[in-house]
């Protein structure tokens, strides 16, 4: 038995969610242009999931976010995640629209330090749990008739950075993993960009043998 190679469990790909999907749970919380007697939580939750959408975070560092993580700058925002084993990023906040929302947040919140995902509604208790934001997740999916785990949520982030032309390195980086080689499943998720370059490079040839 000893001389019997070990058996490779092959790693299996993440599934997609696609991002008109992301976009419809997220409707079923609120819009991006909420009304003014929208609850506190459930703004919250709006942006503590596009948050994690959008920052291709993990759940569990979303809700450990401060509002002292945060770096709102006009035009240069950020915010610093703290990942496993004590890693932090600086991750950009591109999506203008986003971050209009976050900063309404936090205005209506009236944050301006302590966690920024806060488990009461009157914003007096500590950060909201990972499992209590899993579960508000599933009701909004449930809400939206979709089905998508939190986890991909990140998924979906990567994947379309990576089939948007960014390099798996950058991509990499901002999602705070160790190695590319998590990293290749994400781009096999999508075979769009390879088809549209194969498809390119065989008009390419047809035409150089005409």
Known sequence: MDRIDTVKVPKSLPRPATGADVAKVLA???SRRPRKDLPLDRLRDRVLFETAYVCGARASEVCGLYVEDLDLRLDDEHV???GKGGSVRTVLLDDRGYAAL???????????????????TN?????????????????????????????????????????AGVSIEAVRRRLGHASTETMQLYALLDDKVADAEIRAARRRRDRATR
């Open 102 to 120: 976050l900063k309404l947040y936090l205005a209506r919140a009236g944050y301006t330090a302590g966690p920024l995902f806060r488990a009461s």
């Open 28 to 30: 079923v919380i609120c």
């Open 123 to 163: 914003g007096a208790g500590g950060p909201l749990s990972y499992d209590a934001a899993h579960h508000r997740w599933q009701r909004y999916c449930a809400a939206a008739r979709v089905e998508i785990d939190i986890h991909q949520l990140r998924h979906a982030h990567a994947t379309e950075l990576i089939n």
């Open 80 to 82: 610093r995640i703290h």
